[in-house]
């Protein structure tokens, strides 16, 4: 279904971020016989739905009432983070009601054509945003949206033919229609199991983009062989490899030859070295031509976050890696700091994350490990058993005593970290407020 063919339905939506609070708007201005008539939500907000979205007739409803209300809908478009799987939408589809989101709207609208899409467990945002800046630098009237940027819908009317970067997570894509002309993987973990039943769903679903209608160029990450190995009819560009872009100690090449040295790369880390490769080859493979490197990195800022350094108080330095949800990001946060002392903060929500290599990774390095609610003690035990005394294995009952004791035991020179290995949700409502939170805690506000 295209965004177009929403004139004069009915529209149910469930739940109202940015992406329906932007269809509510593209309606209003270019499709003013359709109707948003139902918003469903898990829990009534205490906001004025109706106002926000310019439905004064609006009926608001929790999800219990949701199959009653929706049945007189003409077609319903979720929020991202209301999972396909939901008994809810699973009775909706079986009854005939397309269910659908603002990213696929728009990219039917589009035929997926001058859109690079850009996913991956990892990396997303920060490859999306490094692509988008060297676009920019080559002199492209490049736009970045979805995730990161703007809503897509935003972009309806605009200029055509302006390439588009749209970062895409798993939840946009288990029920995309069609898929950007162009699609970029960073990398492929078990990650958000909850949301789509399994890990094996979570991988099948993500994997999908690649055999949908409009795709025309995959690029994947040679370092993962069964993510680079996968099937597809697309054309296949891998980078992290010797014969295209990839990286390493010395830093970005190209073929053998350094096109970036190790000082020059605007982020820390070898993780962060091979996004920058999968930009540049996104770049090359939609036919965009690169800007003159390294000057073009100039100005580029990571993102929140991110390994990002937030001070520097007596010799220390207090790194926010909040976004690091998984045991293989925080480890290569870890590999971003060699010959550094470690304070590390880490746990969260438990969705039953194997924290082995982690834990022997970290007893191999003498880091100290504060472990935070809810996986903090089972990090801990894998640490230990890693070989780690427990004098360098200590739990927290929640992230403010976690700073205390990491400002207490951290010397000068060391790092402390904040890089989870687990999602925020059981003590906050995302990695945005728990990294706030770690900075205001580090004496930041």
């Given amino acids: 279904m295209r965004f177009s063919e929403l004139d004069g339905r009915r529209i149910g939506v469930w739940g109202a971020g940015r992406e329906i609070t932007s269809l509510a708007d593209q309606l209003a201005l270019r499709l003013p016989a359709a109707r948003i008539e139902v918003a469903v939500f898990d829990e009534l907000p205490d906001r004025d739905v109706a106002a926000q979205l310019g439905s004064p007739g609006l009926r608001v409803l929790e999800a219990g009432r949701a199959l009653e209300a929706l049945a007189t809908c003409d077609v319903l478009v979720r929020s991202p983070g209301v999972s396909i799987h939901r008994p809810e939408l699973l009775a909706l589809r079986e009854r005939g009601l397309p269910v659908t989101t603002a990213t696929s709207l728009w990219l039917a609208e589009q035929g997926g054509k001058g859109v690079i899409g850009v996913t991956g467990t990892k990396g997303k945002s920060t490859t999306a945003a490094l692509a988008h800046h060297l676009a920019r630098a080559a002199g492209l009237p490049a736009r970045l949206a979805g995730n990161i940027g703007v809503p897509v819908l935003d972009l309806l009317g605009q200029e055509p033919g302006v390439p588009t970067i749209l970062e895409l997570s798993s939840y946009q894509i288990s029920d995309l229609a069609i898929a950007p002309e162009l699609v970029l993987f960073t990398n492929l973990y078990p990650e958000h199991a909850d949301w789509h039943g399994s890990v094996a769903a979570y991988r099948a679903e993500k994997l999908r983009i690649l055999a949908l209608t409009g795709l025309r160029t995959a690029v994947l990450p040679a370092r993962q062989p069964e993510l680079a190995g996968v099937r597809s009819d697309a054309e296949r560009v891998l980078y992290g490899t010797p014969a295209g872009w990839d990286a390493g100690a010395d830093g970005v090449t190209f073929a053998g030859e350094l096109r970036v040295a190790a000082a020059e790369l605007p982020l820390p880390g070898e993780h962060n070295a091979l996004n920058l490769c999968a930009a ?26 991110r390994l990002q350094t937030i001070a520097e108080l007596d010799g220390v330095s207090w790194v926010d890696d909040s976004i690091s949800t998984t045991p293989e990001s925080t480890l290569a946060a870890l590999a971003s700091f060699p010959g550094r002392e470690i304070v590390l903060l880490a746990g969260g929500q438990d969705r039953g994350q194997d924290y082995g290599e982690l834990g022997r990774r970290l007893a191999e390095l003498g880091a ?23 004098s360098r294995t200590l739990a927290a009952g929640d992230l403010a005593e976690g700073v205390d004791r ?6 000068e020179g060391a790092v402390v970290l904040l890089s989870p290995a687990a999602p925020s ?4 409502r995302d990695f945005t407020e728990r990294g706030r939170r770690f900075r205001e805690l580090a004496g930041l506000r």
């Fill in 280 to 305: 540049l080859a996104t770049l090359e493979a939609a036919g965009l031509g690169l800007p003159a490197l390294p000057g073009a990195l100039a100005g580029f800022r990571g993102l929140e976050h």
């Fill in 368 to 390: 100290v490990v504060i472990g935070l609610p809810s996986t903090g003690e089972r990090l801990l035990e894998a640490v230990r058993a890693g070989g780690a005394p427990r």
């Fill in 406 to 411: 990491a400002r207490a035991l951290a010397g």
């Fill in 425 to 428: 949700y059981d003590n906050y």
